[in-house]
């Protein structure tokens, strides 16, 4: 890995850089669909949407706007902070998307008698999208409530080891934590909404038989 960050860090060109990036969300999308225990027609596509933006929107803020990477698709910064947040919204996804379809299977009847006294698409989707969403944050919610507390996280820890100062390393580790915590959040709202689109249309009709188990 080491020799292919160094052959990647000497690219200079943009598009090379961007081709990098939509890579690692495609494996990343894949990695996250391959653990859920359902699936459905689209499910990849899915993950790959949420996971792209979430990720690219999160990172843009953090490259442009707090770290200031100077050109834009410097590698250096903008790969490994993407992949830290690829890293993390993948598990939060993969959490947050198999909650909501273990939800549609075992409590369907919850949600055609909802669909039964009047509810609408919005209503009826209301649960199992919530927890779905609290589902994915619970690794990273547990991880920033034990930080400095119960363990150091690894960008602190790393950048103390280093040499630099402990209060630097704390800010960039706050930055580094409130950036996943983001991600996973958008993310985990995305793909459950994007997921719950093909299950339900407009007609308030709960699709179980577009579900099929993962083999």
């Not at 060109?13 to 391959?34: D, Q, Y």
């Not at 369907?108 to 919005?122: D, N, Q, S, V, W």
């Not at 390393?169 to 409130?178: D, N």
Request: aromatic share 6%; hydrophobic share 55%.
């Amino acid at each position: 890995l080491g020799l292919v960050l160094e052959r990647v860090f000497s690219l200079r060109h943009p598009a090379l850089i961007v081709g990098i990036l939509i890579l690692m969300t495609v494996f990343a999308a894949r990695e996250a669909t391959a653990r859920t225990s359902k699936r459905y027609r689209g499910i990849m596509l899915d993950a790959w949407l949420a996971m792209a933006v979430s990720c690219f929107a999160v990172g843009a803020v953090v490259t442009q706007v707090v770290v200031g990477v100077d050109p834009w698709y410097d590698p250096q910064y903008v790969i490994p902070l993407i992949g830290m947040i690829l890293g993390n919204s993948l598990t939060g996804i993969a959490l947050g998307l198999d909650r909501f379809l273990d939800h549609l299977t075992t409590r369907h009847a919850e949600i055609e008698l909802r669909l039964a006294f009047g509810a609408t698409r919005r209503e009826a989707l209301a649960e199992p999208l919530r927890h779905a969403v609290r589902t994915g944050m619970v690794p990273i919610v547990n991880a920033m409530t034990a930080a400095g507390i119960v363990s150091l996280p690894g960008m602190m820890t790393g950048q103390i080891l280093a040499g630099s100062p402990p209060l630097q390393a704390v800010a960039y580790q706050i930055v580094v934590m409130f950036m996943i915590a983001a991600a996973v959040a958008l993310g985990a709202m995305l793909v459950v909404l994007l997921a719950g689109r093909h299950f339900m249309g407009a007609d308030a009709v709960l699709r179980l038989d577009r579900l099929r188990t993962a083999k």
